[in-house]
């Protein structure tokens, strides 16, 4: 059962560079699609969010721009939406109303893939929230969570979702989205990644450990008295007259 879901999975894959190859980039795709395999990317399925005070269309719309951005990103590979509800069809599983993680893990056990996304689109009053888990299908683990709540243009609610695809394939997002989301919602700032620091060159240890043991050797001659000043006799005491 598992070599045929894979099987189906790589046929998917196949089948979108044959289909893309129609347009005259089959080779482009297949030094992809190929240089992908070997990079060891995961295939990944996106279930549909689900939709907290918005409609369940209005988050399948939503779902599309992550995928869309996922695909962006070249982190993954993923299993487009047409060709996930085929399989899901032909199996006579109904994707709607699937928002557990059980449910979520039954899909990807059924498409074959290595990784789930699943989460919600909601907005409470002027506010929007995204919510976001890549999690193994094989172990149930979660991977990797996001989460964003955005106030701001609705215009812009995009443009976080495109975020939170990047940022879900453990990604820096690209610094003019990011730009775009702090100009209209401060709260959303991304904070800088600090560089790693350099390591000590070799000749730079040795430096530190001669000062360190210099130093030390130094501080203990100095606790025992090693740089104590001689000390000075005092005077004799004078001779009184015999009276």
């Not at 988050?59 to 993954?76: C, G, I, P």
């Not at 006579?92 to 990784?115: H, K």
Request: aromatic residues 6%; hydrophobic residues 45%; charged residues 20%.
């Amino acid at each position: 059962m598992r070599v045929y879901k894979k099987t189906i999975v790589w046929s998917l894959v196949l089948g979108m560079v044959w289909g893309h190859a129609q347009q005259g980039v089959q080779n482009v795709l297949n030094d992809q699609t190929s240089a992908m395999i070997a990079e060891g990317k995961q295939t990944v399925a996106i279930l549909d969010f689900e939709g907290r005070g918005i409609s369940q269309m209005e988050a399948a719309t939503l779902t599309d721009r992550l995928q869309s951005e996922m695909v962006v990103t070249d982190a993954v590979i993923l299993v487009e939406r047409n060709q996930m509800e085929e399989i899901l069809n032909e199996q006579g599983f109904q994707q709607s109303g699937c928002t557990s993680a059980e449910c979520a893990a039954e899909v990807g056990a059924l498409l074959g893939v290595q990784n789930m996304v699943s989460g919600a689109f909601g907005k409470l009053g002027n506010s929007y929230t995204i919510d976001a888990k890549l999690f193994s299908v094989e172990t149930g683990a979660t991977i990797r969570t996001v989460s964003k709540t955005y106030k701001g243009p609705v215009d812009n609610l995009l443009t976080v979702i495109e975020i939170v695809a990047w940022e879900i394939v453990g990604l820096t997002p690209p610094a003019d989205k990011v730009a775009i989301i702090e100009a209209a919602d401060p709260s959303l700032a991304v904070l800088p990644v600090a560089e790693p620091k350099k390591p000590m060159s070799k000749g730079a240890k040795r430096t530190l450990w001669a000062v360190i043991l210099i130093g030390g050797g130094l501080g203990g001659a100095y606790a025992a008295g090693l740089f104590d000043p001689k000390p000075v006799p005092l005077p004799e005491a004078p001779t009184l007259p015999e009276g």
